[in-house]
T-cell receptor, first 113, second 113 residues
Framework: GDSVTQMEGPVTLSEEAFLTINCTYT??????LFWYVQYPGEGLQLLLK?????DKGSNKGFEATYRKETTSFHLEKGSVQVSDSAVYFC????????????FGKGTRLHILP | KAGVTQTPRYLIKTRGQQVTLSCSPI?????VSWYQQTPGQGLQFLFE???????NKGNFPGRFSGRQFSNSRSEMNVSTLELGDSALYLC????????????FGEGSRLTVL
C-alpha cells in the first residue's frame, strides 16, 4: 500500500545550521506531496506542497523538491531559527482515487540558540 | 475566517467510560477527518466524512465511531475506553474530498485513567 517514511528524530541543530529532513514515499499512481508542521501545543498546518514531479514547494525559507526518480520529497532550510523547533510531517495523497492523506510518523526538530 | 474548532480541549476519563469529541470545520469545508496522535504511533487516520457520509476509514476497532451533521460539524465517539486510547485527537477539514490541503484544529487531549 501507499506509505511515507521519514527520518527518525529528534534532530537537534544549532541556530543558523542547514537543515535536511528526509522523506521517501511509496505510491501507486501520481501522488501530491506535502510537508506539515506542528508547533508545540498546536495542530498541524500546511508548510508547503508539490503536485507533480520536479515541482518545488517553498514557504518560510523551507523548500522541498518532488523527485519522482528517487521517490523523495526532502525538506531543507538554509539557516534554521529557534522558532523552527517543531514536529515536521511528510504526507502524500493521490487525487481522484481514494483521496486519503497518508502521513509519515513525524520528525521532531530542536534548534538550540 | 474562523479556523477548525475542537471541543473539549482537555478531558480525563476512566476505563470503561465513553467520550464524545466535537469538531466544527472551517465555514464552507464539507470534509472532516479525524486522526489519533500518540508519541509511539505518530499520526493515525481514524475516518473521514464528506457530506454526512463516511468516505474513508482507518484501521481502528468498532469502539471508535463518528458522524457528520448537515452543517458539516462532526463528532467522534469512543466507547469502553481503554488506557491505550489516551492520545491527542485531531480534527481536520478541507474544502472537498478531492483537495489535498487539510486544516487542523488544536486537538482534544484525552487522558484515560
Amino acid at each position: 500500500g501507499d506509505s511515507v517514511t521519514q527520518m527518525e528524530g529528534p534532530v537537534t541543530l544549532s541556530e543558523e545550521a542547514f537543515l535536511t529532513i528526509n522523506c521517501t514515499y511509496t505510491a501507486t499512481g501520481y501522488p501530491s506531496l506535502f510537508w506539515y508542521v506542528q508547533y508545540p501545543g498546536e495542530g498541524l498546518q500546511l508548510l508547503l506542497k508539490a503536485t507533480k514531479a520536479d515541482d518545488k514547494g517553498s514557504n518560510k525559507g523551507f523548500e522541498a523538491t518532488y523527485r519522482k526518480e528517487t521517490t523523495s520529497f526532502h525538506l531543507e532550510k538554509g539557516s534554521v531559527q529557534v522558532s523552527d523547533s517543531a514536529v515536521y510531517f511528510c504526507a502524500l495523497t493521490i487525487m481522484n482515487r481514494d483521496d486519503k492523506i497518508i502521513f509519515g510518523k513525524g520528525t521532531r526538530l530542536h534548534i538550540l540558540p | 475566517k474562523a479556523g477548525v474548532t475542537q471541543t473539549p480541549r482537555y478531558l480525563i476519563k476512566t476505563r470503561g467510560q465513553q467520550v464524545t469529541l466535537s469538531c466544527s470545520p472551517i465555514s464552507g469545508h464539507r470534509s472532516v477527518s479525524w486522526y489519533q496522535q500518540t508519541p509511539g504511533q505518530g499520526l493515525q487516520f481514524l475516518f473521514e466524512y464528506f457530506s454526512e457520509t463516511q468516505r474513508n476509514k482507518g484501521n481502528f476497532p468498532g469502539r471508535f465511531s463518528g458522524r457528520q451533521f448537515s452543517n458539516s460539524r462532526s463528532e467522534m465517539n469512543v466507547s469502553t475506553l481503554e488506557l491505550g486510547d489516551s492520545a491527542l485527537y485531531l480534527c481536520a477539514s478541507r474544502v472537498g474530498e478531492d483537495t489535498g490541503e487539510l486544516f487542523f484544529g488544536e486537538g482534544s487531549r484525552l487522558t484515560v485513567l
